[in-house]
Every structure is written in structure tokens, then in C-alpha cells.
């Protein structure tokens, strides 16, 4: 049974979603907040940032914007806390907190 998630929602009744929860579509998340799936928070330390933007292609949710080609704060409603970020910045720019 193929459904197009497109037209899955909190509304759907059992019958109405993939067998097994199966995703045939790709990126849905866009229409999902699935930052809420957080324990633990990157938080963006403008003051340390080089804008080097090392850090915006490693995000594997799109969670990084960039405006005029400088990065700003996280996209929360979509950053899972994964801290791949973290990692990326040669600047210390990105810190990890507990919670959301």
C-alpha cells in the first residue's frame, strides 16, 4: 500500500497511513516541527562566528539559514540537537546546551 505522505496528518485515521510507516516521498520535513524531537540545543555564538559558513552544507536538516550570504540563528522548528555543527565550526562558533 502506497500513500502519498502529503496527504498524512495528526487527523489520519490507521488505515490511512503506510504500511509500517513507511515514508514514499521526499522532503516532508519542511511540513513537520520536528525540532521538538530535541534534547539538546545548538546555540549560536554570533560574536565568534567568521562567517565561514562551514557549518550550513554538514547540517543534514537544513537548520542553518543563511540571509545575504551570512548565516543566522537556527531554524529550531526543524534542528533535531544532532551537533554535527558543533563539530564543523573551526571557531567554537556553535555550543551545545542540554534541553531545548
Not at 41 to 67: A, N
Request: proline content about 5%.
Amino acid at each position: 500500500m502506497r500513500t502519498d505522505i502529503n496527504k498524512i496528518n495528526e487527523k489520519s485515521a490507521y488505515y490511512e497511513l503506510t504500511e509500517g510507516l513507511q515514508m514514499y516521498a521526499a522532503a516532508t520535513s519542511k511540513q513537520f516541527n520536528t525540532g521538538e524531537w530535541r534534547t539538546n540545543t545548538p546555540v549560536f555564538l554570533e560574536e565568534k562566528c567568521k562567517q565561514c559558513l562551514l557549518c550550513v552544507p554538514v547540517c543534514p536538516d537544513s537548520s542553518i539559514p543563511v540571509v545575504n550570504c551570512k548565516r543566522t540563528d537556527f531554524d529550531y522548528d526543524h534542528c533535531k540537537g544532532c551537533g554535527i555543527c558543533v563539530k564543523a565550526c573551526p571557531f567554537g562558533a556553535i555550543e551545545m546546551r542540554e534541553g531545548q
